[in-house]
């Protein structure tokens, strides 16, 4: 298995370019999640699935879209880049296996992370 | 929502001494609380985890202790070795979505040889 892997890893933009970073997991995780990392901070979510065809906003949304058309897949779009949105990006995956806290193991595999610049 | 604060955001001790790192969280409903170990320029990764149900959890050189009526929980690495230098990241979430946890902002930990 490959776990989680992220493209491109390194990405320069110019304001206002658009461009999507992608994700995909071939663990069959049903739940997955984009963050940023801003430098000294810890990681905020900015939209998660918990599965194919199901998103929603975390906690920083603003400027970015997502899609889960298969359970592998879930690229993260940044449309009309600035600056603000200069950060490393970690996708990651986790598998929930049902409704009560003690069950499933929700431990979350991350992806390599991509670093993006917008000048 | 959920407010995670960590102390302190860097930490120095000497290779063989212990280091604590400690998180406070706000609501009352989170039920599970990991760390995770982040090395330079790398992805982070789970390095152990607690649930609402258990006080305390231990693996070899790293314990995490609950305390979840003053809402707080710590962890504590034992042993130390220039390895364990990273930035450690603690966490809080409800629920089975471990996913959506607020992030502490991290501790720089070095490990003096």
């Known amino acids: 298995n490959a776990g989680v892997t992220q493209t491109p890893k390194f990405r320069i933009l110019k304001i206002g370019q658009s461009m999507t970073l992608q994700c995909a997991q071939d663990?069959?995780?049903?739940?997955m999640y984009w963050y940023r990392q801003d430098p000294g901070m810890g990681l905020k979510l900015i939209y998660y699935?918990?599965?194919?065809?199901?998103?929603d906003k975390g906690e920083v949304p603003n400027g970015y879209n997502v899609s889960r058309s298969t359970t592998e897949d879930f690229p993260l779009r940044l449309e009309l880049a600035a600056p603000s949105q200069t950060s490393v990006y970690f996708c990651?995956?986790?598998?929930?296996?049902?409704?009560?806290?003690?069950?499933?193991?929700?431990?979350?595999?991350f992806g390599a992370g991509s670093r993006l610049t917008v000048l | 929502g959920e407010n995670v604060e960590q102390h302190p955001s860097t930490l120095s001790v000497q290779e063989g001494d212990s280091a604590v790192i400690k998180c406070t969280y706000s609501?009352?409903?989170?039920?599970?609380f990991p760390w995770y170990k982040q090395e330079l320029g790398k992805r982070p990764q789970l390095i152990i985890d607690?649930?609402?149900?258990?006080g305390e959890k231990k693996d070899q050189r790293i314990a995490v202790t609950l305390n979840k009526t003053a809402k707080h929980f710590s962890l504590h690495i034992t042993e130390t070795q220039p390895e364990d230098s990273a930035v450690y990241f603690c966490?809080?979430?409800?629920?089975?979505?471990?996913?959506?946890?607020?992030f502490g902002d991290g501790t720089t930990l070095t490990v003096k040889p």
């Open positions: 990651a995956s986790s598998y929930s296996q049902g409704t009560g806290y003690l069950s499933g193991a929700n431990v979350l595999t």
């Open positions: 663990m069959n995780h049903n739940y």
């Open positions: 699935s918990v599965g194919a065809g199901i998103t």
């Open positions: 609501d009352s409903a989170s039920n599970y």
């Open positions: 607690i649930r609402s149900n258990v």
């Open positions: 966490a809080a979430s409800r629920g089975t979505n471990a996913g959506k946890s607020t």
